[in-house]
Antibody, heavy 121, light 108 residues
Framework: QVQLVQSGTEVKKPGASVKVSCKASGYTFTSHGFSWVRQAPGQGLEWMGWISAYNGNTNYAQKVQGRVTMTADSSTSTVYMEVTSLTSDDTAIYFC??????????????WGHGTLVIVSS | EIVLTQSPGTLSLSPGERATLSCRASQSVSSSYLAWYQQKPGLAPRLLIYGSSKRATGIPDRFSGSGSGTDFTLTISRLEPEDFAVYYCQQYDNSRIVFGPGTKVDIK
């Protein structure tokens, strides 16, 4: 069965960077892409960007462009998202979700369990 | 950028009742890229509907989606106890994905 397993809780200071991982199993890794979605405490869902696991193409949301880097490692079936220059506004649960392979399509049929990132001095 | 508005913000209903949730886009969107998700506390969202009206794998037929242009609807024909949750609509357009603010369906 398809599973997306994310890395654990991170606590970072303002100005630091965080790298979250999402390991996929149960299907052919390169047949899909991934989107990352975050949810601040008590808030709604915010799309951060997409990466193709097939060719590494990316598409970032304008709000985080320049601070976010998504990568994919087909040897380990893992995608990563790094966020730099963290502020308290980046405190959220970060989800990976399986998406289209050629472009972001918004059909997120499988989700990781989420990674809590806390930014605090 | 397209903005999605969901109404009502909260819907208070009893089990067995019908729920009608609205999602309105600030401009016409492709129904091929309109999806609905359900989220329960502490859990990841779950895909319910994609392509505005197609049920995702394993989703009961009491969930249905409809609409086109700027107005889309998620209907739950008869609420089951496990259906009380927050529902988000989502749209993909011009290389961007946008979520609505959500509608909370709670027990009356």
């Amino acid at each position: 069965q398809v599973q997306l397993v994310q890395s654990g809780t991170e606590v970072k200071k303002p100005g630091a960077s965080v790298k979250v991982s999402c390991k996929a199993s149960g299907y052919t890794f390169t047949s899909h892409g991934f989107s990352w979605v975050r949810q601040a405490p008590g808030q709604g869902l915010e799309w951060m960007g997409w990466i193709s696991a097939y060719n590494g193409n990316t598409n970032y949301a304008q709000k985080v462009q320049g601070r976010v880097t998504m990568t994919a490692d087909s040897s380990t079936s893992t995608v990563y998202m790094e966020v730099t220059s963290l502020t308290s506004d980046d405190t959220a649960i970060y989800f990976c979700a399986r998406d289209g392979v050629i472009a972001a399509a918004g059909r997120f049929d499988y989700w990781g369990h989420g990674t809590l990132v806390i930014v605090s001095s | 950028e397209i903005v999605l508005t969901q109404s009502p913000g909260t819907l208070s209903l009893s089990p067995g009742e019908r729920a009608t949730l609205s999602c309105r886009a600030s401009q016409s969107v492709s129904s091929s890229y309109l999806a609905w998700y359900q989220q329960k506390p502490g859990l990841a969202p779950r895909l319910l509907i994609y392509g505005s009206s197609k049920r995702a794998t394993g989703i009961p037929d009491r969930f249905s989606g409809s609409g086109s242009g700027t107005d889309f609807t998620l209907t739950i024909s008869r609420l089951e106890p496990e259906d009380f949750a927050v529902y988000y609509c989502q749209q993909y357009d011009n290389s961007r994905i946008v979520f609505g603010p959500g509608t909370k369906v709670d027990i009356k």
